[in-house]
């Protein structure tokens, strides 16, 4: 189970990572669309639940395959994020 806190833990810090530069820019950065900042905070934090779900409910059989599946789907959704950021001004 110690595998499962990691991930959980690797999630939580890369979604906070996301969320704080995100909040950055909306209140700092000049010409940063509130509107766009605030759907994509959602967005992250809809991320963080979605994958902490994910990984506390493990499909039964083929967990090695499950969680290559899910980090490629995190680290994918990952850079969507990244590049929505580049694109709020």
Known sequence: MAK???LKKKVN???SELFM???V???YVP???PDKADKLLGEILDMQNDYLSRISHTE???AK???KKLQ???DTKVQEIIEALGKLS
């Open 60 to 62: 039964p059989g083929n």
């Open 21 to 23: 530069e995100c909040l």
């Open 65 to 67: 395959n499950y969680y």
């Open 72 to 74: 490629a789907d995190f």
């Open 13 to 15: 810090y890369i979604a």
């Open 31 to 33: 010409g940063t669309d």
């Open 25 to 27: 820019n909306k209140l």
């Open 4 to 6: 499962r806190r990691e």
